[in-house]
């Protein structure tokens, strides 16, 4: 049987570097061959919305392209690109906490979920990492 990591994230998008940890943290155990789960709580749900932009810099002059800005969706949707097959990644977003937000639309690859199926996930999973907010 495969390990599998579960993460919680509870971070809003470019709130904090705990985010981008996350990421590399889940992209090394896929591929080391570890199952990931992932559940977004808080405002970790909106790391997966559709709407995010790059964008340009006017404070340092520099263009959208020049500036070659990440957004959040697009990591998570190289990381959901990267478990879709073995190892598999899992990406749920809490429900509850969408709706409050209003973080509905976002990329393919997402679920949606609750409490629950993180603590099914966890009581699943070889190893369980909880990156909380301050």
């Not at 977004?40 to 002059?61: D, R």
Request: aromatic fraction near 6%; glycine fraction near 8%.
């Amino acid at each position: 049987m495969a390990e599998t990591l579960t993460v919680a994230l509870m971070d809003a998008p470019y709130e904090a570097a705990a985010s981008t940890t996350a990421f590399r943290i889940i992209a090394a155990a896929l591929e080391k061959g570890i199952n990931v789960n992932v559940f977004a709580y808080e405002g970790a749900v909106s790391l997966t919305m559709k709407e995010q932009a790059p964008h340009a810099n006017p404070v340092k002059g520099t263009s959208v392209e020049e500036e070659d800005h990440p957004t959040t969706k697009d990591l998570v949707a190289a990381l959901v690109e990267l478990g879709k097959s073995e190892p598999k990644l899992t990406w749920v977003n809490c429900g509850l906490c969408v709706d409050e937000r209003g973080a509905g639309n976002w990329i393919e690859g997402v679920k949606r979920g609750g409490p629950a199926d993180f603590l099914k996930m966890a009581g699943e999973s070889t190893r369980t990492l909880v990156i909380p907010t301050k």
